[in-house]
């Protein structure tokens, strides 16, 4: 209300204040001044009134609009606190949806990281229980295309626990896919029928259920006095689409007040997503395993036609894994000396199982004869020299009995007697000593080349061609020297250049030394020299078949590192390379030292020594007894040829004699004093 609403009734008030103030008033101002008083006095009365007619109303207005808001306030507040408790249940909600899908998350890296297929499943079940919060589950996987084997059962409130790490097998009998009669898609248990309809079936009470026969399950309530109410039952199925088994869980319970309750929307479709995410898992790893299988028979198919390859090394490639695995494990288990802190992970073990069974697939390339050379003059040969020599004895005879008819009688008898005994006796002893050397039993001196040489040199003639019936390459080699007119006069025993067999095509190996290879080449493949051969100083192999022997090492090299390793598997070629090296250097074919090797290298070093001291399956030779063989490695040890703590730990662990006891016949097996062997 504005404040100067009475200003024009105060002027005669002031008027007659000052009037009476003062006293200076006349009658009539004095009437006029009280009348105006009056009128102003009516006009405030009036206004007064008014005033407190319209604050009157006022009031009744407020205090209705007091009302309202009270109750407007009362209403918003309670829509408040509603709305605050709806936001906190969502919360929660949300809180606990997104706890499992971290859990979904997690399970999904750890399951694509487990390469154990019982303890995935494990994995897979207790994943979809905890997602779910359901008392009891079971895995199937389908066998076969005819029926879903129980692999885990889990039931906490009958503290079951089967398969998977428990230690015990699933005994319950597998659900037929199929019945057995009339071979129709079995529709009537719910696993069966979720993998044939690739479906989850979600399922509150089974007790309710009339779609599904759960005749069985109520057997089992009865016997355990469990009440199996709500399933939830889904399919493995990985991207592919082919099911490869179903996830089934039971009891989903309130986790505040533990009562069994249906499986919600929404953990089904966690489970679901879970159920996913573990067929891919699973089909890797029977993928993973089927490959793995797959190369591992492989590698021992080839094993295995290396040893067959040979009787002489028979069983090697299958043995040398056994030891070496002995031997790494021996290191392992060391908890002092060198090997303490030496550890092999799964991959680890893989690596070196692998490297050992192939650690001489490069003998597929050597050839038998020179594998198997048993004598000197040992080789893939052209019977027609023998055939021809054969004749050539033919010829003489028939001579002979010629000129045996023609001069009998002009000699004294006795004499030519005595002559041709001399000469047969001297044939015969030298022919012995020629054998002899043929065997390659015995060190050949100098004075034994010198005989060799000398019986050698003896002459005879030879009536008939040697280049015919021979191959063009031998043809070839021959043509180095001009054909002699027949008869020829030849040594008994001959080096020619038909006898050298240069290296394929003029190529001459590891020029390129791709490997760091760093043998001794021979400036020939071969040289099949008669005289050369039976000059062999020790053992039977020339240097170009010694040659040809080690080359299955480079050649193990060559075609390990021309395999596409996975990275877990990337040191194979290393390790099944190096066995023929010598801890000083002096081993092939890289001539590499004991550091600069790596431990399962010097284990496959080890193994590769022993197997064959130790073989009782070679032809020809007798078996060397267990302390025999070990004696002989002693000196290898001595020698620095063998890892000396390797050695050590072999003979400590009690590797030799595990080794023994498995793979020697029982009559080598005799006691081994090893302390006379370890520093
Ligand atoms: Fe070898
Ligand atoms: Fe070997």
């Known amino acids: 209300?504005?404040?100067?609403?009475?200003?024009?009734?105060?002027?005669?008030?002031?008027?007659?204040?000052?009037?009476?103030?003062?006293?200076?008033?006349?009658?009539?101002?004095?009437?006029?001044?009280?009348?105006?008083?009056?009128?102003?006095?009516?006009k405030l009365v009036k206004e007064t009134s008014r005033l407190v007619k319209f604050s009157d109303r006022n009031e009744e207005r407020l205090k209705t609009a007091n009302v309202v808001i009270e109750k407007q306030r009362a209403e918003l507040s309670e829509y408040a606190e509603n709305l605050e408790g709806k936001v906190a249940e969502r919360t929660a909600e949300?809180?606990?949806?997104?706890?499992?899908?971290?859990?979904?998350?997690?399970?999904?890296?750890?399951?694509?990281?487990?390469?154990?297929?019982?303890?995935?499943?494990?994995?897979?079940?207790?994943?979809?229980?905890?997602?779910?919060?359901?008392?009891?589950?079971?895995?199937?996987?389908?066998?076969?295309?005819?029926?879903?084997?129980?692999?885990?059962?889990?039931?906490?409130?009958?503290?079951?626990?089967?398969?998977?790490?428990?230690?015990?097998?699933?005994?319950?009998?597998?659900?037929?896919?199929?019945?057995?009669?009339?071979?129709?898609?079995?529709?009537?248990?719910?696993?069966?029928?979720?993998?044939?309809?690739?479906?989850?079936?979600?399922?509150?009470?089974?007790?309710?259920?009339?779609?599904?026969?759960?005749?069985?399950?109520?057997?089992?309530?009865?016997?355990?006095?469990?009440?199996?109410?709500?399933?939830?039952?889904?399919?493995?199925?990985?991207?592919?689409?082919?099911?490869?088994?179903?996830?089934?869980?039971?009891?989903?319970?309130?986790?505040?007040?533990?009562?069994?309750?249906?499986?919600?929307?929404?953990?089904?479709?966690?489970?679901?997503?879970?159920?996913?995410?573990?067929?891919?898992?699973?089909?890797?790893?029977?993928?993973?395993?089927?490959?793995?299988?797959?190369?591992?028979?492989?590698?021992?198919?080839?094993?295995?036609?290396?040893?067959?390859?040979?009787?002489?090394?028979?069983?090697?490639?299958a043995r040398v894994p056994a030891l070496a695995k002995m031997l790494a494990e021996a290191a392992c288990d060391a908890t002092h000396g060198p090997f303490r802190d030496f550890s092999f992970n799964e991959d680890d073990w893989y690596e070196l199982h692998i490297a050992s069974w192939l650690h001489d697939c490069g003998k597929v390339t050597t050839s038998e004869y020179v594998v198997d050379k048993a004598t000197k003059l040992e080789t893939i040969y052209n019977r027609i020299h023998e055939i021809r020599t054969r004749f050539e004895v033919a010829w003489r005879d028939?001579?002979?009995?010629?000129?045996?008819?023609?001069?009998?009688?002009?000699?004294?008898?006795?004499?030519?007697?005595?002559?041709?005994?001399?000469?047969?006796?001297?044939?015969?002893?030298?022919?012995?000593?020629?054998?002899?050397?043929?065997?390659?039993?015995?060190?050949?001196?100098?004075?034994?080349?010198?005989r060799l040489k000398e019986i050698a040199a003896r002459t005879w003639v030879r009536q008939f061609d040697d280049r015919l019936g021979i191959s063009d390459d031998e043809a070839r080699r021959m043509s180095a020297v001009p054909e002699a007119p027949l008869p020829v006069t030849e040594t008994l025993l001959m080096d020619t250049p038909g006898h050298i067999v240069p290296?394929?095509?003029?190529?001459?190996?590891?020029?390129?030394?791709?490997?760091?290879?760093?043998?001794?080449?021979?400036?020939?493949?071969f040289n099949l020299g008669e005289v050369y051969n039976l000059s062999i100083r020790r053992g039977t192999l020339t240097d170009e078949e010694r040659f040809a022997v080690n080359d299955h090492i480079v050649q193990t090299i060559i075609m390990l590192n021309q395999l596409p390793w996975p990275r877990t598997l990337r040191r194979v070629p290393e390790y099944a390379g190096g066995h023929h090296e010598k801890m000083d250097g002096t081993g092939y074919p890289r001539r590499l030292t004991g550091e600069e090797l790596?431990?399962?290298?010097?284990?496959?070093?080890?193994?590769?020594?022993?197997?064959?001291?130790?073989?009782?399956?070679?032809?020809?030779?007798?078996?060397?007894?267990?302390?025999?063989?070990?004696?002989?490695?002693?000196?290898?040890?001595?020698?620095?040829?063998?890892?000396?703590?390797?050695?050590?730990?072999?003979?400590?662990?009690?590797?030799?004699v595990r080794y023994a006891e498995q793979f020697l016949a029982p009559e080598q097996v005799d006691a081994v004093d090893i302390n006379q062997y370890l520093e």
């Open 398 to 450: 028939a001579e002979i009995a010629y000129l045996e008819g023609r001069l009998a009688g002009e000699r004294d008898a006795d004499e030519l007697t005595a002559e041709r005994d001399a000469e047969h006796a001297r044939l015969v002893d030298d022919f012995d000593f020629v054998a002899e050397c043929n065997i390659g039993g015995e060190f050949m001196g100098d004075d034994r080349i010198e």
């Open 503 to 525: 290296w394929h095509d003029g190529k001459v190996p590891y020029q390129d030394n791709a490997y760091g290879i760093r043998m001794d080449v021979p400036e020939n493949a």
């Open 94 to 317: 949300l809180a606990v949806e997104r706890t499992k899908l971290e859990r979904l998350v997690r399970l999904g890296t750890v399951l694509g990281a487990e390469h154990d297929s019982s303890k995935l499943m494990e994995m897979i079940l207790e994943g979809a229980r905890d997602i779910s919060n359901a008392d009891g589950g079971s895995l199937y996987i389908q066998v076969e295309d005819k029926e879903l084997a129980f692999q885990i059962v889990q039931n906490d409130s009958l503290n079951i626990r089967v398969g998977g790490t428990s230690g015990n097998q699933p005994t319950f009998p597998a659900v037929p896919l199929f019945d057995a009669e009339t071979g129709e898609a079995n529709h009537r248990n719910v696993v069966s029928h979720t993998v044939h309809e690739r479906h989850a079936v979600n399922i509150a009470d089974a007790y309710e259920s009339e779609d599904f026969d759960f005749s069985g399950t109520r057997r089992f309530d009865e016997q355990t006095g469990y009440r199996s109410t709500s399933f939830l039952t889904v399919p493995l199925m990985p991207r592919s689409g082919e099911v490869i088994g179903a996830l089934q869980l039971i009891n989903a319970t309130d986790p505040e007040t533990s009562a069994v309750v249906p499986f919600s929307p929404e953990v089904q479709g966690f489970v679901e997503a879970l159920a996913g995410q573990a067929a891919v898992a699973l089909d890797n790893q029977n993928l993973l395993a089927a490959q793995k299988a797959l190369l591992d028979s492989l590698i021992e198919l080839l094993a295995g036609a290396i040893d067959s390859k040979s009787p002489y090394t028979g069983g090697h490639c």
């Open 1 to 42: 209300m504005p404040s100067d609403i009475f200003d024009r009734e105060r002027a005669p008030v002031e008027r007659s204040k000052a009037f009476i103030d003062g006293g200076r008033m006349s009658g009539d101002e004095q009437r006029t001044a009280f009348s105006e008083l009056l009128r102003g006095y009516e």
């Open 598 to 656: 790596s431990l399962p290298a010097r284990i496959m070093a080890i193994a590769d020594v022993f197997e064959p001291l130790t073989a009782s399956d070679r032809p020809y030779k007798k078996a060397k007894k267990l302390s025999e063989a070990v004696k002989i490695m002693s000196f290898m040890n001595k020698d620095a040829h063998v890892d000396p703590d390797l050695f050590d730990l072999f003979l400590k662990s009690g590797v030799h």
